[in-house]
């Protein structure tokens, strides 16, 4: 799957339309908290991103020009937040409009290439969220659809936020049009 990460239309672009898509999270009454221990169950009106859907994984991996990336069972971009710790998302209020949840429950189904560990917080408003090598998983609202990966290196939220490698570490490697830092595959 090609992950189309052009830029046409500019950032006013973009910015415009992830204040549309906010709009309409706010209007269906997006989630806040915090992260929480492990465990399965809970819902919410966040975007589904990782479920699973018509037998896909509810994980696997997407091409872009960073190089491979995890995507959602829907093809839509995954993406970790350097404000975020193991286990415990800093991503609440009006940043989930523009980051909403990649929901996940129980047993995280993979494709053969994802080798990173994937599991669920509960977080405070009883979401289910993937996480990534313990770290929260989210999609982006201005990617208007599978194959996008518009947020890499962007500076939103109060910290940076990255594709995921299907080993679980954050790809940092950006290119002109993209804010933030760059170097290559990084570390938590």
């Avoid at 523009?98 to 994937?118: E, F």
């Avoid at 977080?123 to 996480?131: A, F, I």
């Amino acid at each position: 799957m090609a992950i189309d990460v052009s830029r046409s239309g500019g950032r006013l672009a973009a910015a415009a339309g992830v204040l549309a898509v906010g709009l309409l999270l706010a209007g269906c009454g997006g989630g806040s908290g915090g992260g929480g221990s492990d465990s399965a169950g809970g819902s919410s009106t966040t975007t589904p991103a990782a479920q699973e859907s018509g037998g896909e994984p509810a994980v696997r991996t997407g091409h872009s020009e960073y190089g491979d990336v995890l995507v959602d069972a829907h093809g839509m971009t995954l993406y970790v937040f350097d404000a975020d710790s193991p286990g415990t998302s800093n991503c609440t209020g009006s940043c989930l409009q523009y980051w909403p949840v990649a929901k996940a429950s129980g047993t995280v189904s993979h494709s053969s290439d994802v080798t990173a560990t994937l599991s669920t917080i509960t977080r405070d408003d009883g979401t289910t969220q993937l996480t990534v090598n313990g770290w929260p998983a989210y999609t982006y609202a201005a990617d208007s659809g599978p194959g996008k990966a518009t947020g890499q290196g962007t500076n939103l939220s109060g910290g940076l936020w990255w594709v995921i490698s299907p080993n679980g570490k954050k790809i940092t490697t950006t290119d002109d049009d993209d804010t933030g830092g760059g170097g290559g595959y990084g570390g938590y």
